[in-house]
């Protein structure tokens, strides 16, 4: 299951991976162990900052939302916003003859759909970088390439295809410079963990806390609609966990530990878990999942609870209330709201059980 660890490498705008996960993803060759064909597919939203001028930031901030989720879709590549307009897709693999037709692909549907946002085209520029077979990648060669893409091509056309050479003369100080500056980022990266990491994880549970749900919730809903794919939110809640409180915060601290270590159990990898509130209560956010396949995980996570607590020092169970976008709402505080109704209702119904909105 997703953990909040790499969330905090995520481009909260965009739901891509951020530039402190592309340098570190850089230092390990993109772990491409066999040094197989490798290409970069750079994009860049044409004249963005015009653009925020022109249209309004939240205009700008959409059309990247749009970019991000249409270079994962179409590439099905690891795709990292590395600055405020430029993004690049990483293909290990297959063929550069393959790679660059995903490249023509991605560079045709971005502005053939720009008409959707009232732009005029080329409202996307495409470079694909090619790297040698057989060679470990040098940071400051993919560097040097992706901040001067342009200049290594005979005209400003939108769209271009380069062949990378490992062996480019750069002045030893511009090298090292380069080198650096990605050890700096890499760096950054780990102290952002170490500082961050307090303000997205819950102290009691280890997990995800409030705010770390929030911005997932509105990632997934996000790409959710843009996929035009289902997405459950699954809110489940201990019941009579007071037995635990009255014996001491040191127990009840203990048995929040024991549920999220039982509701992870019964999760899949590309599940969400956090804790809701301070309390006894859970989210799971389910992607690509609709009403009767949540339905299912919720009976899943009860069942975890109920055999697990069972070598627990009372026996516990959960409550959940579970509810689906698009068709129970479109926003997270819409779907909550429902999802707190249902756990309600599952609460006056005599617990350990799963309502599911209708």
């Known amino acids: 299951m997703e953990s909040h660890t790499p969330f905090l490498r995520v481009d909260l705008l965009t739901g891509c ?11 390990n060759d993109f772990d491409n162990a066999a040094l197989g064909p490798l290409s970069l597919i750079a994009v860049d939203v044409h004249q963005l900052s015009k653009i925020n001028e022109t249209r309004g930031r939240a205009f700008g901030d959409s059309l990247l939302r749009w970019f991000g989720f249409a270079i994962k879709d179409l590439t ?15 293909l290990v693999g297959e063929t550069h003859p393959i790679h660059a037709d995903k490249a023509q692909k991605l560079f045709q549907r971005l502005n053939q759909d720009a008409e959707q946002f009232g732009l005029q085209q080329p409202v996307a520029r495409v470079t694909v970088l090619h790297f040698p077979v057989g060679s470990s990648l040098d940071a400051a060669v993919v560097w040097k390439y992706l901040n001067e893409k342009h200049s290594f091509t005979a005209d400003d056309q939108a769209f271009n295809i380069i062949e990378v050479d490992p062996n480019l003369k750069m002045r030893y100080e511009t090298a090292q410079a380069i080198v650096f500056m990605a050890k700096r980022i890499t760096d950054l990266g780990y102290m952002l963990e170490n500082t961050f990491g307090l303000a997205y994880t819950d102290p009691i549970s280890g997990s995800p806390n409030m705010l770390a749900i929030q911005h997932k919730l509105d990632l997934a809903l996000s790409e959710a609609a843009q996929k035009n794919s289902p997405l459950s939110i699954c809110l489940a ?4 966990l007071r037995r635990y409180n009255a014996m001491g915060y040191a127990a009840g601290d203990d048995v929040i530990r024991k549920l999220h270590t039982a509701l992870t159990s019964a999760l899949r990898p590309t599940d969400f878990l956090g804790r809701w509130r301070m309390g006894d209560e859970f989210i799971a956010i389910l992607p690509d999942t609709n009403l009767e396949q949540a339905a299912l995980i919720g009976e899943r996570l009860r069942a975890a609870v109920e055999q697990a607590s069972l070598k ?8 959940a209330g579970i509810v689906c976008f698009p068709q129970h709402g479109l926003n997270s505080s819409t779907l909550i709201q429902l999802a707190e109704r249902s756990l309600k209702a599952a609460k006056e119904a005599g617990k350990n059980r799963i309502v599911v909105t209708e």
């Open 17 to 27: 991976n951020n530039l402190v996960s592309f340098s570190d993803a850089l230092a």
């Open 76 to 90: 099905g590549a690891n795709v990292y916003r590395i600055a405020g307009e430029d993004f690049a897709a990483v």
């Open 237 to 240: 809640d201990g019941d009579d």
């Open 312 to 319: 627990w020092l009372h026996p516990t169970t959960i409550s």
